[in-house]
C-alpha cells in the first residue's frame, strides 16, 4: 500500500463543516462571525507518550482526545483537525483499529479530518485541532482572583497508577489495574465542561502533567497562589490512587506519598482544573450538571504567590510534588 492509497483508504472522508479537506495543497474554514479560532498541536512519540505494543484502537483516541482536551480547556467547540503521522511501516492490522479509534472519537465531536501528512519513521502522532470560541469568551490561563474558588473536574490519579503498574513499580488487582488503564488509554476530554463554563470560569487549563503543575500554569499567569484542602477535597477526586483490599482494609490511602502523588502529579489525567468566583457557585454547578462531567471544589486562589496544601486541621502538608517534564534532570 502506497502512501496516497493508505491516505485515501484510512483517512479521507467527505468533509460537512471545512469548505475543503482531505486532497489539495491546503484545506479551507470559513470562520463564522464573531468567532475566533482555537487552535492546538499536541504530540504523541511512541516510548515516549505511549508503549508501541499498545491497541491502535485505544491510541486513535488518544491522540485525538489529547488535543480536544486543550480545546475544553478554553471552552472551544471543536471543528477539524489535521493529522500528521509517521509510520514505520503501512500494516493494515495496525491502521484500520487506529483510524477506527481516531473516527469514533472525532464523530461522537463532531470534529473532522481535513488533511495532515504520512511519511515513513519511528512511530509518532501528530495532530492539530481547530475549534471556535464566540470572540472574549476563551477561558484563559491569566483569569484567576484572589478570594476564587478552585476546583477539578472528575477524577484524578488513575492514569499515572496504571502507567506506575504497566511498568512494573507496583502491584494492582486485577480490577483496579483494569480501571485505571482505561483512563490512562482512553481518557474523556471535557468539552462540554469547557463550553459550560464559558463566562462562568474566571481561568481554566486542562491537566496534562499533573495537577499541581497545570494549576501552577494558572497561578504563574494570573499572578496569584492557591491553597489546596488535601484531606477533604482531593479525598473525593482521587479514583482508583485509593483503593479498599478485598478484606475491606485501605490498601492504598490518600494519606501515602504515593497516592497523593498519583492524585497531585499523577499526569495523563486530561481533566480541567479552573477557578471561578464564591457568587458562581450555582453557575459552576449548573455548568457541570448540563455537561455531566462532577466537580469538586479543592481550594481557593490567594493573593500571596505560591501553592500551599493543607490537611483537615489547616495543618500544611509537605511533599516534593514535582509534575512530569520532558526535559526536566
Ligand atoms: P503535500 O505534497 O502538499 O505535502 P501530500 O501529498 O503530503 O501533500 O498529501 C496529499 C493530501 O493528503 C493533502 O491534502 C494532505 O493534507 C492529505 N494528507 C496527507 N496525510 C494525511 C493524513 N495522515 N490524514 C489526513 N490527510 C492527509
Ligand atoms: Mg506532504
Same mark, same amino acid.
Not at 488535543?67 to 503501512?90: E, I, K, W
Not at 474523556?188 to 500554569?217: E, K, M, W
Given at each position: !500500500?502506497?502512501?496516497? @492509497?493508505?491516505?485515501?483508504?484510512?483517512?479521507?472522508?467527505?468533509?460537512?463543516?471545512?469548505?475543503?479537506?482531505?486532497?489539495?495543497?491546503?484545506?479551507?474554514?470559513?470562520?463564522?462571525?464573531?468567532?475566533? !479560532?482555537?487552535?492546538?498541536?499536541? !504530540?504523541?512519540?511512541?516510548?515516549?507518550?505511549?508503549?508501541?505494543?499498545?491497541? +491502535?484502537?485505544?491510541?486513535?483516541?488518544?491522540?485525538?482526545?489529547?488535543?480536544?482536551?486543550?480545546?475544553?480547556?478554553?471552552?472551544?467547540?471543536?471543528?477539524?483537525?489535521?493529522?500528521?503521522?509517521?509510520? +514505520?511501516?503501512?500494516?493494515?492490522?495496525?491502521?484500520? +483499529?487506529?483510524?477506527?479509534?481516531?473516527?469514533?472519537?472525532?464523530?461522537?465531536?463532531?470534529? @473532522?479530518?481535513?488533511?495532515?501528512?504520512?511519511?515513513?519513521?519511528?512511530?509518532?502522532?501528530?495532530?492539530?485541532?481547530?475549534? @471556535? %470560541?464566540?470572540?472574549?469568551?476563551?477561558?484563559?490561563?491569566?483569569?484567576?482572583?484572589?478570594?476564587?474558588?478552585?476546583?477539578?473536574?472528575?477524577?484524578?490519579?488513575?492514569?499515572?497508577?496504571?502507567?506506575?503498574?504497566?511498568?512494573?513499580? /507496583?502491584?494492582?488487582?486485577?480490577?483496579?489495574?483494569?480501571?485505571?488503564?482505561?483512563?490512562? @488509554?482512553?481518557?474523556?476530554?471535557?468539552? $462540554?465542561?469547557?463550553?459550560?463554563?464559558?463566562? %462562568?470560569?474566571?481561568?481554566?487549563?486542562?491537566?496534562?502533567?499533573?495537577?499541581?503543575?497545570?494549576?501552577?500554569?494558572?497561578?504563574?499567569?494570573?499572578?496569584?497562589?492557591?491553597?489546596?484542602?488535601?484531606?477533604?477535597?482531593?479525598?473525593?477526586?482521587?479514583?482508583?490512587?485509593?483503593?479498599? =483490599?478485598?478484606?475491606?482494609?485501605?490498601?492504598?490511602?490518600?494519606?501515602? +506519598?504515593?497516592?497523593?502523588?498519583?492524585?497531585?502529579?499523577?499526569?495523563?489525567?486530561?481533566? /480541567?482544573?479552573?477557578?471561578?468566583?464564591? #457568587?458562581?457557585? #450555582?453557575? %459552576?454547578? #449548573? #455548568?457541570?450538571?448540563?455537561?455531566?462531567?462532577?466537580?469538586?471544589?479543592?481550594?481557593?486562589?490567594?493573593?500571596?504567590?505560591?501553592?500551599?496544601?493543607?490537611? $483537615?486541621? =489547616?495543618?500544611?502538608?509537605? =511533599?516534593?510534588? $514535582?509534575?512530569?517534564?520532558?526535559?526536566?534532570?
Amino acid at each position: !500500500m502506497g502512501e496516497f @492509497e493508505l491516505i485515501q483508504r484510512y483517512f479521507t472522508r467527505p468533509v460537512r463543516k471545512a469548505v475543503l479537506g482531505v486532497g489539495d495543497d491546503c484545506a479551507l474554514l470559513q470562520p463564522r462571525a464573531g468567532m475566533h !479560532m482555537a487552535i492546538s498541536t499536541d !504530540m504523541l512519540v511512541a516510548g515516549r507518550h505511549f508503549f508501541a505494543d499498545v491497541d +491502535p484502537h485505544a491510541l486513535g483516541h488518544k491522540a485525538l482526545a489529547v488535543n480536544l482536551s486543550d480545546l475544553a480547556a478554553c471552552g472551544a467547540r471543536p471543528l477539524a483537525f489535521t493529522l500528521a503521522l509517521s509510520l +514505520p511501516q503501512a500494516i493494515d492490522a495496525w491502521l484500520a +483499529p487506529f483510524a477506527q479509534g481516531l473516527w469514533a472519537l472525532a464523530d461522537a465531536h463532531g470534529c @473532522e479530518l481535513i488533511g495532515g501528512d504520512t511519511t515513513q519513521g519511528p512511530l509518532n502522532i501528530c495532530i492539530t485541532v481547530f475549534g @471556535e %470560541v464566540p470572540a472574549g469568551q476563551a477561558l484563559l490561563r491569566s483569569g484567576a482572583q484572589p478570594g476564587d474558588d478552585l476546583y477539578v473536574s472528575g477524577t484524578l490519579g488513575d492514569a499515572r497508577l496504571a502507567l506506575e503498574a504497566l511498568q512494573g513499580h /507496583l502491584q494492582l488487582p486485577e480490577a483496579v489495574l483494569a480501571s485505571a488503564r482505561q483512563r490512562l @488509554e482512553r481518557p474523556t476530554p471535557r468539552v $462540554a465542561l469547557g463550553q459550560a463554563l464559558q463566562g %462562568v470560569a474566571s481561568a481554566c487549563a486542562d491537566i496534562s502533567d499533573g495537577l499541581l503543575g497545570d494549576l501552577g500554569h494558572i497561578l504563574q499567569r494570573s499572578g496569584v497562589g492557591a491553597t489546596i484542602d488535601t484531606e477533604n477535597a482531593i479525598t473525593l477526586i482521587a479514583a482508583c490512587a485509593c483503593w479498599t =483490599g478485598a478484606n475491606g482494609s485501605f490498601e492504598h490511602t490518600i494519606g501515602s +506519598p504515593r497516592a497523593l502523588q498519583c492524585v497531585l502529579a499523577g499526569g495523563d489525567d486530561y481533566e /480541567l482544573v479552573f477557578t471561578a468566583p464564591p #457568587a458562581r457557585r #450555582a453557575a %459552576v454547578q #449548573a #455548568a457541570a450538571r448540563a455537561s455531566a462531567t462532577p466537580v469538586t471544589r479543592i481550594g481557593q486562589i490567594d493573593a500571596t504567590p505560591g501553592l500551599r496544601l493543607r490537611d $483537615a486541621q =489547616g495543618r500544611p502538608v509537605d =511533599g516534593n510534588f $514535582a509534575s512530569f517534564d520532558h526535559f526536566a534532570r
